[in-house]
């Protein structure tokens, strides 16, 4: 049987996920900037995502890159503008190798690059990653309910709503909503 880890940190470690606007390309210390730490400690870009800390520093930030940098499970890339000029979010899946599944979570930092695609475009990059290259199951997200862009995202993406959790996230004093989107491989199915 192949090693899935080793296909992971394989991919991982080139840029060969490559969509019309964007590519995608491991996470690592190259990609830690004073502007990637802004992105986390801006409470606008972090509102409806479960990152909830706003007290990141280069060295925090260096130290969660080189944990996923490292790990057997998250790959996380780094979303580059096609002409390979700017940094302007990641997007991470949290694989469970017991499960054979994935869990898809994005982060647009870069304001500028709000509301052009990216988000969308890079979703489908990693489900085909997911299921074409490592072999999973299944993909799932789980997003706050009234982050309606991400909704839309995950729909577009082609994945199905399965279900809310009332109430399962606290954030800012309030208790949140959670939905949860999800896909099988179409490989799989019957």
């Given at each position: ?10 991919v ?18 190259k ?13 606008e870009?972090c ?7 706003n ?7 260096s ?19 096609k ?45 085909g990653?997911?299921f ?9 997200s ?22 809310v ?8 004093g309030?208790?949140?909503?959670i ?12």
């Amino acid at each position: 049987m192949e090693d899935r880890t080793a296909i992971k940190k394989e991919v991982v470690d080139e840029p060969i996920l490559s969509g019309e606007t964007i590519s995608l390309e491991g996470l690592t210390a190259k990609h830690v900037s004073q502007c990637y730490v802004d992105w986390l400690n801006d409470k606008e870009v972090c509102k409806d995502n479960v990152w909830e800390k706003n007290d990141n520093t280069i060295e925090k930030v260096s130290k969660y890159v080189g944990s996923v940098d490292r790990s057997d499970t998250d790959a996380v890339f780094a979303i580059i503008t096609k002409d390979g000029s700017r940094h302007v979010g990641n997007i991470g899946l949290s694989i469970s190798w017991e499960n054979n599944s994935g869990e898809i979570s994005i982060l647009i930092g870069e304001k500028s690059a709000w509301g052009k695609g990216i988000g969308g475009e890079a979703y489908k990059l990693v489900i085909g990653y997911a299921f074409k290259v490592i072999g999973l199951h299944r993909v799932y997200s789980k997003i706050i309910a009234r982050n309606k862009a991400m909704i839309k995202v995950a729909e577009k993406a082609g994945m199905f709503f399965e279900g809310v959790a009332k109430g399962a996230y606290y954030k800012d004093g309030e208790y949140l909503d959670i939905v949860k989107y999800g896909m099988l491989n179409p490989k799989d199915k019957k």
